[in-house]
């Protein structure tokens, strides 16, 4: 595997988390799959319809998202919203992750002696 290889890998396993949390927090305010994908993307959070949609599915499940399809437009569209469920879950996840941010800020920088 060359490391351009290996960085992508790891990268992907790094952001897979990310979204999620991403995708909670960004349907406080309802939305459906292309916006949030849209949304996502102007964001930094560089994901795909293909991985995007398993996990809105997945996390409706779970119960930390409701939906509802909105017919009054032509083209009928599932509405996606966190949960009660899925805002805690979002806020224990926010404040891992600045937990994780900050342990790995206080780690020596690469090539640092």
Same mark, same amino acid.
């Given at each position: 595997?060359? +490391?351009?290889?290996? #960085? +992508?890998?790891? #990268?992907?396993? @790094? ?5 999620? @949390?991403?995708? #909670?927090r960004l349907l406080e305010r309802?939305? =459906?799959? =292309?916006?949030?994908?849209?949304d996502l993307q102007a964001r930094? $959070? ?6 995007? =949609? ?5 996390? +409706?499940?779970?119960?930390?998202? !409701?939906?509802?399809?909105?017919? &009054? ?5 599932? $509405? =996606?919203? !966190? ?13 891992? $992750?600045?937990? /994780?941010?900050?342990? /790995? &800020? ?8």
């Amino acid at each position: 595997m060359s +490391e351009t290889e290996a #960085l +992508e890998t790891h #990268l992907q396993e @790094l952001r897979r988390g990310t979204v999620v @949390l991403a995708c #909670l927090r960004l349907l406080e305010r309802p939305g =459906y799959g =292309y916006g949030l994908l849209e949304d996502l993307q102007a964001r930094g $959070f560089d994901t795909d319809a293909n991985t995007l =949609y398993p996990l809105l599915r997945r996390l +409706e499940k779970q119960g930390h998202l !409701t939906s509802e399809w909105n017919t &009054d437009e032509a083209r009928p569209r599932k $509405f =996606y919203r !966190t949960s009660p469920a899925g805002s805690r879950l979002a806020a224990a996840l926010t404040e891992d $992750f600045r937990a /994780i941010a900050t342990a /790995i &800020d206080a780690l020596p920088a690469p090539g640092d002696d």
